[in-house]
């Protein structure tokens, strides 16, 4: 742990290096904003939800098999509904591993999720991309591979994610294994598996199995995936036959309400708040039927709403504020959490998306997220993964990962006693003895920063940050190198996409 | 307060209009980072400062006549280093209330400074402006009657501050009387007094009690003053003169360290916060000997360092963990607190100057700053006001004050049980009467954030937030009226104003 911690210091300012990339081994307390009155209304509105007003599981037959066995009767109109004792699911929760390490094929790259540590994965799920010189457009798998490169070479990006864009250019039935592949050669760190069907998420686990092997992957979790629930309160068969495909060989499942607030959920951050916590509790009790034990993430999405056309907002006081509530939400029912990000309504990557990103960015962040998605390169309400603004939050992200990680520092160096007999009153100490012990390691600088005086930025050109991040990315990736990966396997893999695709018809949608 | 409370969230999307602006009353917790053991030790370290290191009172025989007086002997090399019993310190310190009205003009825009109140000032001391249109530039006197206009009109700006920019065009020695009469003219919101020489700052006080007349003036602090120390340990005549001509009257007192961490004080972070604490400890209790019950604000202020040039740095991990930190330390001593800002090392309205602007911002708001100034408007290191900075971080503000002031509302509405009736699993609330009932209070929607699709902002101009902050201040100044003011005392302060610029001859330094 100190070694890692220490690693983390002394590698926190590099960002074109391939080296381990330690996740955050939290020092910092949390910030706790709900009294125990506060907590017990949210905890008995979660409870109400799941006893009185129920949770459908909809299509999926044999989930509602699973809940029949486990002594539920479905109801409803649609015969789907699930209403369950409150208590009872709490205990089916409490089964689940309140944190759990998922292993890389580089096993300098595990990943601890949950507990005090915080990993960060980029941006999932945008159809388009935008950069400074191609501007908005469709992304390709093209751009998928650029950003997986970019994705595996920051070091403040702990996991790969998994749909960093949506590779458009590949039929819909296919782009999965594309994607799949792409995490496991082009990079070495840990990434999502697909989840958009069952026989996507099959083909993932598949995949895994082959790369990892059968009795590692029984052993360990290999591959997390993340679903949203349709919220307000179902869940589709994309969700209950995701858990049931990944929470069945033992793999991680992050289950993830998405709730524009006053949409899918009412106007209201704490009845949104519990909405979510009821489906995601729900999803992590069926997990547990499934398999006891099944490593489960609870999953947190809120957003606020545009009055003048409900489109979504970001980064405003509602969502922080309920990053920083749900956070003491999970710590209370003892699961690793994923909420917020780097998030923001922006078009571009201009001041409004930073505002709102850091924002966003920094209650996720205080709340202790354990498994923080979208957390670089994030436009446009998710629409569009921005190449520079993947860069941009990455290099943020390393603030957070000091400050997050250290705390305050209070031994005896920390204090400077001696040095305050090197300095005068109105002197300086930039000369004396702790400062030159200390300097290098005093401040976390940012690459894309640029804190230089007028004359110096003027001479450089005058470039705002996002012509910084353009260049940067661009130079990144031309210093991009493969991590080793064993050949056969890598072979084996191919073999295994290429058998896929010729099985699977091409399907759009 | 109920009434203010509501009044401040009908009013928090509204921009131009003017119109009371309430300051902030807290209702959501504080975020504490440091354990009692921690505690301990920075204290220990401020009472080691106090006790054994000294802090020097230099070229101001007469606050060394007031330290004799209290029966400390000045010594060190030139006779001026104060030591003092800590534990008489803290006394002292006890002295001076947790916190203070400071009453406007117009009474309905008086603030709270301490306790569980925030109130917001815009930057102070910037040499330069820069807008859109017309660059960097000296700042001029017009730039600062528009910045006093701006901020009299942002309904999220509750005080004035003092020096938005600095009017290079009026003579070093008058300029003061300038901008206190603008202030006084312009707005009629609380602001600051001059504090650069012993005779300015008689100069306001004999202005305010023009304004507010000696009887109130005795009973009411009607004006505060910030000043700076010469960290590390130094208060020159520049500070202790004018606590002796602000506290002597009952008037407030910020005193601020300003400590770029490695070069005022050692390169670690705890170390500078315990040398501010002692800096700004030993000026409370001077301040007390002036006047016993002499309201003071403990001032804070510290930045980072690169490590390329020296050049400080903002928003960065190390001063946004010394704001929390110095929240905490404030709190315990009782008094009230100014720390951080928006502030940043950028030149210009970029994402960079965002992304600082709101880490910095999000950590002082959390941290519980009384008194807030650069809260808006500071560019390049505070070398620059920004016209459009100080709409956008402005803009934010409302962000802030909402998050802060309201917290997690858990009455019987916010759970909205009614709405569930109403929405089947997959359904949306949009149309629920309890949406109906609490959709325009629900959000806080700031004015310069756009959340449309991208048709529309493209439709629009594609303007990014720069483009459109400098539009809205254009358009707000174009919509300036001055506040209603007696005639008979605008004379008789434009009448001190023209004496006094007769008196004084022309300097510029």
Chains 1, 2 share one sequence.
């Not at 539920?72 to 089916?92: C, H, M, Q, S, T």
Request: net charge negative.
């Amino acid at each position: 742990m100190a070694r890692r911690s220490r690693s983390s210091r002394r590698t926190s300012s590099v960002e074109t290096a391939v080296h381990a990339s330690p996740f955050i081994r939290r020092a910092l307390p949390y910030f706790d904003v709900l009294d125990d009155e506060q907590l017990e209304k949210l905890e008995a509105q979660v409870d109400w939800l799941l006893e009185n007003v129920g949770i459908a599981f909809r299509d999926d037959p044999a989930a509602l098999a699973i809940w029949r066995q486990a002594g539920v009767e479905p109801g409803g109109e649609y015969g789907d509904l699930i209403k369950a004792d409150a208590k009872w699911i709490r205990e089916l929760c409490a089964k689940a591993p309140s944190q759990f390490t998922q292993i890389a094929r580089n096993r300098d790259r595990d990943v601890i999720i949950g507990g005090r540590h915080q990993v960060f994965a980029p941006v999932y799920g945008s159809p388009f991309v935008r950069d400074l010189e191609g501007g908005r457009r469709y992304a390709t798998f093209d751009d998928f591979q650029k950003l997986v490169k970019l994705t595996y070479m920051h070091p403040h990006l702990h996991h790969g994610g998994f749909v960093v864009a949506e590779p458009t250019d590949i039929a819909v039935s296919k782009r999965h294994l594309d994607m799949v592949y792409a995490h496991m050669t082009l990079s070495d760190k840990p990434h999502l598996g697909a989840i958009t069907e069952k026989e996507r998420a099959q083909d993932t686990v598949d995949m895994v199995e082959i790369l990892f092997g059968a009795e590692t992957m029984a052993k360990n979790v290999c591959i997390m995936a993340n679903v949203n629930t349709n919220s307000p309160l179902l869940v589709d068969k994309v969700a209950s036959e995701a858990i049931q495909v990944y929470s069945a060989r033992g793999q991680a499942m992050v289950v993830t309400p998405f709730i524009l607030t006053g949409a899918m959920g009412p106007v209201s951050t704490a009845a949104s708040v519990a909405q979510a916590m009821a489906e995601t509790m729900i999803c992590c009790a069926f997990a547990q039927l499934v398999r006891p034990g099944a490593p489960f993430v609870m999953g947190n999405f809120l957003s606020s709403m545009s009055l003048k056309s409900g489109a979504p907002t970001f980064g405003m006081p509602e969502p922080v504020l309920s990053n920083y509530v749900i956070g003491q939400l999970a710590r209370r029912i003892g699961l690793p959490l994923r909420c917020g990000g780097s998030l923001t309504a922006s078009k571009i990557e201009d001041s409004q998306a930073a505002y709102e990103s850091a924002d966003s960015m920094h209650s996720t962040m205080l709340a202790g997220s354990n498994f923080t998605l979208h957390s670089a390169g994030w436009l446009e309400g998710g629409l569009v993964t921005g190449f520079e603004k993947l860069i941009m939050d990455a290099d943020r992200l390393g603030s957070y990962q000091k400050l997050s990680g250290l705390g305050l520092e209070t031994d005896e160096n920390a204090f400077a006693r001696d040095a305050y007999e090197e300095v005068e009153p109105g002197g300086h100490f930039l000369g004396t003895a702790h400062t030159m012990r200390n300097y290098q390691t005093a401040f976390y600088e940012p690459k894309l920063t640029d804190s230089e005086n007028v004359e110096s930025w003027e001479e450089g050109g005058a470039l705002d940050m996002r012509q910084r991040a353009y260049a940067r990315w661009n130079k990144m990736l031309e210093a991009y190198e493969p991590p080793p990966i064993d050949i056969a396997k890598k072979e084996e893999l191919a073999a295994y996409v290429a058998r896929r695709k010729e099985e699977i018809p091409d399907a759009w949608y």
